[in-house]
């Protein structure tokens, strides 16, 4: 059921018998239409009744029982009804957790109907002084800004806390932390040639028996040449995979998300195999020879069947992608390299096919940046040139010897 909402402040008009008529427009808690009509021989007495009902009306809307629930109980309700069923689990999982940790510690126990732009500015100010990442605060003002329009919208409370308060900008926000605010391709976490040598070094030791060290260690490399993301790869069972046509047909992925009672949180994760991030995530990943030579080796290490993962768990299950790079840290800390997420493989395969990748004949070849998006499936390329591809401004140098102007 729908809250009451005003459509006007009221209209007044003068009937041929001198007496002042006047009309409030509002919605009804169905969201039909409805008229309030008001009459008086005096006009000033026609706008008094009318200012009063107008008041009336909008203190029983912001005393409305969702306006005058905390703003915790609200927004978990909301999460539940709105959001559970239309977003993955991961997504909401994240919503929850922003939740939990950057909004309720600060107004969770106020009415939501109290709430105003001031309290909204205060939190997000708490949270640049605190030493918040940018995006951990970004996250909590879209999701605040979700919540309010929604209840706004809804007619449970008179006014939008949020349409007035905008974001600080990303630079301003980190100058006031004392931090440097730098272009996002310079963020962009790769790996570098001694480091990935010294990876393989590693990752493909074995011991006296001929065992290897380290567990399916070629996903690593596997990630390297086709640029597929971790959950990507764990959903990948042997079928989708087409070694004559040298292709893999991504169906799936697999995630890792919070267990639930129905609705309710509880403290414990599980791997859910499931569809892809987006449309454009299922798509036909191309494999050079290297890609080739990592899953005949991943295969020659373990392989349970076609209807199987081709980097199965202990079970014969699909593997977690957690425990895929707590395994990639293991090997980092053996060459003594920094963590950096698996996600790096993905960035490092961007950058170069961007970048360019030397030839034995000494040519550089390189793919567009639309190219390179379709391959990592992303749904624009303005996100791979954004987040994924570390420019190499060693090719710059002396480009304008010849243009001395």
């Not at 200012?51 to 912001?62: A, H, I, L």
């Not at 449970?156 to 932390?177: C, E, F, R, V």
């Not at 998300?257 to 991030?277: A, I, M, Q, T």
Request: charged letters at 30%; proline letters at 4%; aromatic letters at 10%.
């Amino acid at each position: 059921m729908m809250k009451r909402e005003l459509l006007d402040n009221g209209n007044i008009w003068q009937k041929s018998d001198g007496r002042w008529i006047g009309m409030v427009r509002y919605k009804d808690e169905f969201g039909v239409a409805q008229r309030k009509s008001f009459s008086s021989k005096k006009k000033k007495t026609l706008q008094a009744k009318m200012t009063e009902y107008v008041k009336n009306f909008n203190e029983q809307v912001t005393n409305s029982d969702e306006a005058r629930k905390p703003l915790k109980e609200s927004m978990k309700n909301w999460l539940r009804v709105y959001k559970f069923p239309e977003v993955e689990r991961t997504t909401y999982d994240r919503y929850e957790c922003t939740a939990e940790h950057q909004i309720y510690p600060y107004i969770g126990n106020k009415p939501v109907g109290d709430v105003t732009p001031a309290d909204i500015k205060k939190l997000l100010t708490k949270h640049m002084n605190k030493g918040y990442a940018f995006t951990t605060s970004k996250k909590a003002y879209s999701l605040l800004k979700m919540f309010f329009k929604q209840l706004y919208q809804e007619g449970a409370i008179p006014n939008n806390p949020m349409a007035m308060i905008d974001m600080t900008k990303k630079d301003n926000y980190l100058a006031a932390q004392n931090k440097e605010s730098k272009p996002q391709c310079d963020l962009v976490v790769v790996f570098t040639d001694e480091e990935l040598e010294k990876i393989r070094e590693e990752a493909f030791k074995r011991f006296a028996n001929g065992k290897p060290v380290y567990q399916q260690s070629a996903a690593y490399f596997l990630m390297l040449n086709t640029g597929l993301r971790a959950g990507e790869l764990c959903g990948i069972i042997n079928s989708d995979i087409d070694l004559e046509n040298r292709v893999i047909h991504l169906q799936r992925g697999v995630k890792e998300v919070h267990v639930r009672d129905g609705l309710e949180y509880v403290p414990k994760l599980e791997v859910k195999v499931g569809k892809l991030k987006s449309k454009t995530s299922k798509r036909d990943v191309p494999l050079n020879d290297n890609a080739i030579e990592m899953i005949n080796h991943l295969r020659e290490e373990v392989y349970l069947g076609e209807d199987k993962p081709l980097i199965p768990d202990e079970n014969g299950n699909f593997t977690n992608p957690r425990n895929m790079r707590n395994r990639f840290y293991r090997i980092l800390d053996a060459i003594g390299l920094p963590h950096k997420g698996l996600h790096a493989f993905r960035h490092t395969f961007a950058t170069r096919l961007i970048n360019g990748v030397k030839q034995p004949d000494g040519s550089v070849k390189s793919l567009s940046v639309k190219q390179v998006a379709e391959l990592l499936g992303h749904t624009t390329s303005e996100i791979t040139e954004l987040y994924y591809v570390k420019r190499d401004t060693t090719r710059l140098v002396g480009l304008t010897d010849s243009f001395n102007l």
